[in-house]
């Protein structure tokens, strides 16, 4: 079984300030990690993915993540927020571990403002 | 390449119809995953295809079927639809079955039930 927790449903930073979302996640398996964008009426777009090797996920616009399994955490982060940023962010994790698949599993999602 | 395709992108029925929604995937992806989202629940795994065969199947009543097509397009159906079902439908799909391949997702399908 597999859960992930994101803390804070919302998120408000100035524009040109840190983002830091957080994720924890719970699997009996080491797991595949990935966080997700949803901008208003569309589907889920991926920002970057956990698999194997580096800890450090550098993903699509200027997004980057820590696979910390000490902590058991996947906190999406980048140095400088801009307004285009202000979405719904998903961070999920997946426990296959190769044989058949269980589907991905969601945390609740964290709704990201950017103050101007 | 084009993204993955679903339809319609809205629909509005009547509980007790059934209503049957259609994804068609990126070219070369035969995996298809369903995912129910709504704003209490969440993000919710339907059930998932690969190679014409549903591989695995989420907590979710026997109402809600799917099937998949030799091109890899997939279709899912509910029947005797309830308020509750209300949600967007998002469809995914991946190169290759398994937890370490990403999921590209459609739009989605907005159902209504009245």
């Known amino acids: 079984a597999q859960s992930v927790t994101q803390l804070g449903s919302h998120v408000s930073v100035s524009e040109g300030a840190l983002v830091l979302l957080r994720c924890n996640y719970s699997?009996?398996?080491?797991?595949?990690l990935f966080w997700y964008v949803q901008y208003p009426n569309q589907g889920l777009q991926l920002l970057l993915k956990?698999?194997?090797?580096?800890?450090l996920v550098k993903g699509i616009n200027g997004f980057e993540a820590e696979f910390k399994k000490s902590e058991t955490s996947f906190h999406l982060t980048k140095p400088s927020a801009h307004m285009s940023d202000a979405a719904e962010y998903f961070c999920?994790?997946?426990?296959?571990?190769?044989?058949?698949?269980?589907?991905?599993?969601f945390g609740k999602g964290t709704h990201l403002i950017i103050q101007p | 390449k084009a993204g993955v395709t679903q339809t319609p992108r809205y629909l509005i029925k009547t509980r007790g119809q059934q209503v049957t929604l259609s994804c068609s995937p990126i070219?070369?992806?035969?995996?298809v995953s369903w995912y129910q989202q709504t704003p209490g629940q969440g993000l919710q795994f339907l059930f998932e295809y690969f190679s014409e065969t549903q591989r695995n199947k989420g907590n979710f009543p026997g109402r809600f079927s799917g099937r998949q097509f030799s091109n890899s397009r997939s279709e899912m159906n509910v029947s005797t639809l309830e308020l509750g079902d209300s949600a967007l439908y998002l469809c995914?799909?991946?190169?290759?079955?398994?937890?370490?391949?990403?999921?590209?997702f459609g739009n989605g399908t907005r159902l209504t039930v009245t």
């Open positions: 699997s009996s398996v080491p797991p595949y």
């Open positions: 956990y698999t194997t090797g580096a800890t």
């Open positions: 070219s070369g992806h035969r995996s």
């Open positions: 995914a799909s991946s190169l290759a079955a398994g937890g370490w391949s990403p999921l590209h």
């Open positions: 999920a994790v997946s426990g296959n571990q190769g044989g058949g698949a269980d589907g991905l599993t």
